[in-house]
Antibody, heavy 125, light 111 residues
Framework: EVQLVESGGVVVQPGGSLRLSCAAS????????MHWVRQAPGKGLEWVSL????????YYADSVKGRFTISRDNSKNSLYLQMNSLRTEDTALYYC??????????????????WGQGTTVTVSS | QSVLTQPPSASGTPGQRVTISCSGS????????VNWYQQLPGTAPKLLIY???QRPSGVPDRFSGSKSGTSASLAISGLQSEDEADYYC????????????FGGGTKLTVL
């Protein structure tokens, strides 16, 4: 079964740091581009970051650039999001998602066909 | 303010055909493919359409997508009560060194 399972979401104070993890199974993880997408309470989806199949290319939303770092460990079938200098507006449900594209194409958003259940990050004092 | 513009709401009766629009610009929809997602309450989003008009396996052919210039549309025919959900368009945007962008979402109500 193709599956993504996120973890690491907690309550953290403004200015704090957190690392989210996403464990992948059921597909050849290192063949695919991966994303992080978030959803603030009662709000729409916001794309956060993308990493290419080999980790060689990364992209970020302006709202997180310079504060968040996406990475992956293909030997562990895992995706990560290091979140620093957290703000209250970072409070959201964070999803990891697999892209349709990867090793055989341009690094871009083709479509996110597998999603995890999400992990909740709350930034509050 | 989302980069892609969708109407906040749409509605229809069972059996009807409804369309949801998604407006962008030359740096996103105008130069990249569009995908559409369905999000049922309390669940993760589900890919409905990719590459403007392609359906992943398992998505009913009642759902269809199209693109023209800098706009795209999702059409749902034979509307069913279980189609009541939030729908989002998305695309890659070539500006600002590249980024993904979503529409603000459309809440579809089946009357």
């Amino acid at each position: 079964e193709v599956q993504l399972v996120e973890s690491g979401g907690v309550v953290v104070q403004p200015g704090g740091s957190l690392r989210l993890s996403c464990a992948a199974s059921g597909f050849t993880f290192d063949d695919y581009t991966m994303h992080w997408v978030r959803q603030a309470p009662g709000k729409g989806l916001e794309w956060v970051s993308l990493i290419s199949w080999d980790g060689g290319s990364t992209y970020y939303a302006d709202s997180v650039k310079g504060r968040f770092t996406i990475s992956r460990d293909n030997s562990k079938n895992s995706l990560y999001l290091q979140m620093n200098s957290l703000r209250t507006e970072d409070t959201a449900l964070y999803y990891c998602a697999k892209d349709l594209g990867g090793i055989f194409g341009v690094v871009t958003l083709y479509g996110m066909d597998v999603w995890g259940q999400g992990t909740t990050v709350t930034v509050s004092s | 303010q989302s980069v892609l513009t969708q109407p906040p709401s749409a509605s229809g009766t069972p059996g009807q055909r409804v369309t949801i629009s998604c407006s962008g610009s030359s740096s996103n929809i105008g130069s990249n493919t569009v995908n559409w997602y369905q999000q049922l309450p309390g669940t993760a989003p589900k890919l409905l359409i990719y590459s403007n008009n392609q359906r992943p396996s398992g998505v009913p052919d009642r759902f269809s997508g199209s693109k023209s210039g800098t706009s795209a549309s999702l059409a749902i025919s034979g509307l069913q009560s279980e189609d009541e959900a939030d729908y989002y368009c998305a695309a890659w945007d070539d500006s600002l060194n590249g980024r993904g962008v979503f529409g603000g979402g459309t809440k579809l109500t089946v009357l």
